[in-house]
């Protein structure tokens, strides 16, 4: 972040094509303009990035030949990355990277291998230490695409002592504590419905509701959370589609305004975002609008550190594009949407 009136962002992206890795850009909230696009560091397929609480540090998940694992960066002034080390293992590379706010615990969940892994981050360098847990999950779905596990998301609840994690391949929401070492421990399982493949998870602000975006279903899943010892219970199920919809939509992204009255929803297929008002006492969702990606397969989207716009990726057009957000309405209108970014994947700014 330069100014006030300017946001620094990243894109995680596919590095097929054109694309060579992680871009940056800015977002000029004044002009409502996204501008100087660029690589910020080459890496292969940094689908996912994450960036600590005090912006000093981006980690990246990372392939390198037949291994994967993470990676960490130093973000400096320009927006450049400089690489500071990485964790790899062999096969698949992770797919979803998160960090505590202390800079002190690093969290992969690994979609092919069905696991998710802590590392010890060294909090004055960023550099990572070999992995403490790897924790395998086993099982399988009703879906053909749930033949295992598939672990798709893995971040701290609101107080930091319990791992969420979300299984697509097992229709689970599966919670680790965590010990000051970084080491895991299962403390709840929550089933979720058989075949939905659910994918991503946010929290509300007020620490007592979360939501999860299904793929399989399009569903968003509201969701108890009980601090005490880490579990959740299910509240509502609703969906992301249009009823008269029948093609082919796998959910996305799921993200929540930080006055936890809005929550949006992401859908590759029907290619929209859909918008969701929350009720303040219940924490369970009704539905406001679509609004169209203006391109194919949004993959993520984000809200800008103002809120006063999102920034949507769309991953087989490689465009992103960008709306102004209406926070009394939670709405959303097109600005742009013709920004190049090869493949992109993931987006996130650095923390206001």
């Not at 094509?17 to 292969?44: N, P, R």
């Not at 615990?105 to 590392?119: A, I, M, P, T």
């Not at 419905?193 to 509701?209: E, T």
Request: proline fraction near 5%; glycine fraction near 8%; charged fraction near 20%.
């Amino acid at each position: 972040m330069t100014n006030t009136n300017k946001y620094l962002g990243y894109i995680g992206t596919y590095t097929k094509g054109d694309s060579k890795g992680v871009y940056s850009f800015t977002l000029d909230t004044d002009a409502a303009k996204i501008l100087d696009v660029k690589l910020a560091a080459e890496l292969d397929n940094p689908t996912y990035v994450n960036i600590s609480k005090d912006n000093r540090f981006l980690f990246a998940v990372k392939k390198e030949g037949e291994n994967g694992g993470v990676a960490a960066f130093s973000i400096q002034e320009s927006g450049d990355l400089t690489p500071i080390n990485s964790q790899l293992a062999a096969g698949s590379s992770p797919c979803h990277v998160s960090v505590d706010s202390q800079s002190k615990v690093l969290f992969s969940g690994n979609y092919h291998k069905g696991e998710v892994v802590s590392y010890l981050l060294d909090a004055e360098t960023g550099s990572i230490s070999p992995a403490v847990s790897v924790m395998k999950h086993e099982g399988s779905g009703p879906d053909p695409r749930q033949e295992k596990p598939h672990t798709h998301y893995a971040s701290l609840t609101p107080d930091e002592k319990f791992l969420a994690v979300v299984e697509l391949g097992i229709d689970a929401l599966i919670t680790y504590s965590v010990g000051n070492d970084g080491t895991l421990t299962r403390a709840n399982f929550l089933p979720l419905k058989g075949g939905s493949g659910p994918r991503h998870l946010v929290f509300h602000p007020n620490g007592k509701y979360a939501y999860i975006m299904t793929e399989f279903s399009s569903e968003v899943v509201v969701l108890s959370y009980y601090p005490e010892d880490g579990h959740f219970t299910e509240k509502q199920y609703i969906s992301t589609l249009p009823e008269d919809f029948t093609e082919n939509n796998q959910g996305s992204a799921i993200h929540i305004s930080s006055d936890g009255r809005f929550v949006y929803a992401g859908n590759r297929g029907h290619n929209s975002i859909a918008v969701f008002r929350v009720d303040g006492f219940s924490g369970e969702l009704s539905f406001v609008e679509h609004v169209s990606t203006e391109g194919d397969w949004p993959r993520d989207f984000a809200l800008d550190p103002s809120e006063k716009f999102i920034v949507a990726s769309n991953q087989e057009s490689s465009n992103l594009v960008l709306f102004s957000r209406d926070d009394a309405t939670g709405k959303l209108t097109l600005i742009e949407s013709d920004i190049t970014v090869p493949y992109p994947v993931c987006v996130k700014f650095l923390h206001s």
